[in-house]
């Protein structure tokens, strides 16, 4: 008995650690690549340097993080992003599976034994398809929104998360003019609220939400204002 509780506990243990890190990876709304298309034709829509929050919220709704310093809002948007293929894929699989139960249900045994040895391997085929399909991540796309402390609009970003790093998708604003690619014109450092993408060695800039100097040294970030 003592044996099966443990094993309970280890097995409960590892399935809640796994769920935990999933919403640590993957957080915010489900939408379709089609509905993160109308998404970003709506913050392309948005008037940088005169939306206030509110015109923001009823553009794009609430936002699903809020953080505030030094006076300066930073809003974030976060969406899991489906692929339309797999969607449509796995609709046309399960009904297919659907149609196939529903017909095997008006078979007689000898005719069920015949339709098996006949499609069996085909089936299995489409449920190991369906269970990839279902098991596969979204991928995660962030839009940030910075509100100054005119309290308007003050610059867009919007990204994509990968494996092999984050690719920016659109950008507008303050962030348009600090060189969000490259470093920033010799003595001064560009100021993002995020790390620029793909960046190259001894590129610098500060970090507008932690109020930190970071600089790329061909591998990662280093924080640059204090020691490690």
């Avoid at 953080?67 to 969607?87: C, H, I, M, P």
């Avoid at 610059?155 to 969000?180: C, W």
């Avoid at 790390?195 to 591998?219: C, E």
Wanted: include cysteine.
């Amino acid at each position: 008995m003592k044996t099966i509780k443990l094993l309970l506990l280890v097995f409960f243990g590892l399935f809640f650690t796994r769920s935990e890190a999933q919403v640590m990876m993957f957080s915010g709304t489900d939408i379709s690549e089609s509905h993160l298309a109308g998404v970003i034709v709506s913050i392309k829509k948005l008037n940088v340097g005169n939306e206030t929050p509110e015109e923001i919220v009823h553009a794009l709704g609430k936002p699903s993080e809020r953080t505030r310093q030094a006076g300066v809002e930073v809003w974030k948007y976060n969406f899991l992003v489906k692929s339309d293929k797999d969607s449509d894929d796995l609709k046309k699989i399960e009904q297919a599976i659907s149609t196939r139960d529903e017909r095997r249900s008006r078979m007689s045994f000898q005719e069920k034994i015949r339709e098996s040895e006949l499609n069996d391997d085909k089936y299995n085929k489409l449920k190991n398809m369906q269970m990839d399909l279902e098991g596969k991540p979204p991928t995660q796309v962030n839009c940030l929104l910075k509100i100054g402390q005119d309290g308007k609009l003050g610059n867009i970003r919007v990204e994509k998360i990968q494996a092999e790093g984050t690719e920016v998708l659109y950008v507008k604003g303050e962030a348009e003019h600090a060189s969000v690619f490259g470093s920033g014109e010799a003595g001064h450092l560009p100021s993002l609220d995020a790390a620029p993408s793909n960046p190259k060695l001894g590129q610098t800039y500060l970090n507008t939400t932690d109020s930190h100097f970071y600089g790329w040294n061909g591998k990662e970030w280093r924080q640059l204002d204090t020691q490690p």
